[in-house]
């Protein structure tokens, strides 16, 4: 398998025409520009659809109707567009149908600015439209991460009936790195029996809708949905730990942010100071169990985002009270630098050990 020198918003289109993408629905923003440019190009040589919608509130719409079909279908956008998208996916979450969104986010709030962001992360990870779901949210820190869960993703959304998103930022969408793309085996999935194919005589008509007027019948729905997520929980959480069997302090970063924090655990050990890092690959669910792990050693935590603080609320809840939890972020486009943690993490330990008396 040979190596391709590729753009993040780029591997994730040829990704997602491997993983069997059948449509696509978009419209331009940036950072993400390349992907219906490339989907514009290439899939329609690959036997599917690219549709440039009017609007990104058209476009969600029509992943809704190409998903009820039961074809595989995504969307992408940048923060305002996913924004914009909102009301779609609460309806296609509350439908149980099955798509991939991309949010190559950028900075906010309002249009903001186009450089790279992690502040969507409340939007991805809570639900950023009306009623009780969830997004299987994914956030690869490179290129080759990104096109492997891209190809799983649509395996997912269709096991589980349900949106799977990958949240991104500027620097994955524009940056340039090697990918290899592997041959992989079909997974087993379940038949699209729900799906809108027309009845040719034989059966009753499939409707799909989100509109339950009698209560018993929507809470069920509710019920239905998190046993789902309960399932998630069971079955799909992953993060990567890198030094942490004898850390006393830990950073929580993912996406871009977690490859400058990764340096920086290498700074800090050379100076002496055990830190590590955990790395969440699923955002939601998010995952917990990798703090259930962690050594005695630790006296802290650290969650290091480029917003003002997001996913530090998963990180104490994941945390328990049994350790100090600190955060360092930047915003509005504006990245770290390795030596900018590594500051923020030595402070935070002479804080702990302060109010510790050690």
Known sequence: MDKVLMKGNEALCAAAIRGGCQFFFGYPITPQ???????????????????????????????YGAA????????SSSSPGIALKQEGISYICGAE????????????PGLGGIQPSQADYFQATRG?????????VFAPANIQEAADLMIEAFDLADLYRMPVMILGDGMLGQMMEPVVFKERK????????????????????????????DPAELENLNIRLQEKYAQLKANEVRYETHQTEDAELVFVAYGTSSRIVKNAVAVMRANGLKAGLIRPITLWPFPEQAFEELPDSLRALMSVELSHGQMID???????GRWPVGFYGRSGGMIFTQQEIVEAGEKLLREVSHVSGV
């Open 68 to 75: 009820g079909a039961g074809a595989r279908v995504m969307t």
């Open 33 to 63: 520009n390349e992907i219906p440019e490339y989907m514009s190009r290439e899939l329609g040589r690959a036997g599917g659809t690219f549709l440039q919608a009017e609007s990104e509130v058209a476009a969600i719409n029509m992943v």
């Open 97 to 108: 149908l099955p798509c991939v969104i991309v949010n190559i986010s950028r900075g906010g």
């Open 186 to 213: 079909p997974r087993d999935l379940p038949q699209k029996d729900w799906a809108t194919t027309g009845t040719a005589g034989k059966r009753k008509p499939n409707i799909i809708n989100s509109l339950r007027l």
């Open 128 to 136: 950023g439209g009306n009623g009780d779901y969830y997004l299987l």
């Open 314 to 320: 998963d990180v104490k809840i994941a945390a328990r």
